[in-house]
């Protein structure tokens, strides 16, 4: 466990697993902040791909 010090509002933060402050909600900034940061919107953006790609997909059909 290591202290990390909120860039927003200067609080001492011991919780490693934290992306965000506790006290003021905002992001902690941190290299493996960041890195979890990534590891859970790229599903999301994959998900919001395929039903573009489908999307467009059904519309080519249509148009056919
Ligand atoms: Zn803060």
């Given at each position: 466990?290591?202290?990390?010090?909120?860039?927003h509002?200067?609080?001492?933060?011991?919780d490693?697993?934290?992306?965000?402050?506790?006290?003021?909600?905002?992001?902690?900034?941190?290299?493996?902040?960041?890195?979890?940061?990534?590891?859970?919107?790229?599903p999301?953006?994959?998900?919001?791909?395929?039903?573009?790609?489908?999307?467009?997909?059904?519309?080519?059909?249509?148009?056919?």
């Open positions: 466990m290591a202290e990390y010090i909120c860039p509002c200067k609080q001492p933060i011991y490693d697993e934290a992306l965000l402050c506790l006290y003021c909600g905002q992001s902690l900034m941190r290299p493996v902040g960041f890195m979890g940061k990534l590891k859970y919107p790229a999301k953006i994959i998900m919001i791909f395929i039903v573009v790609l489908l999307l467009v997909s059904f519309t080519i059909l249509i148009i056919r």
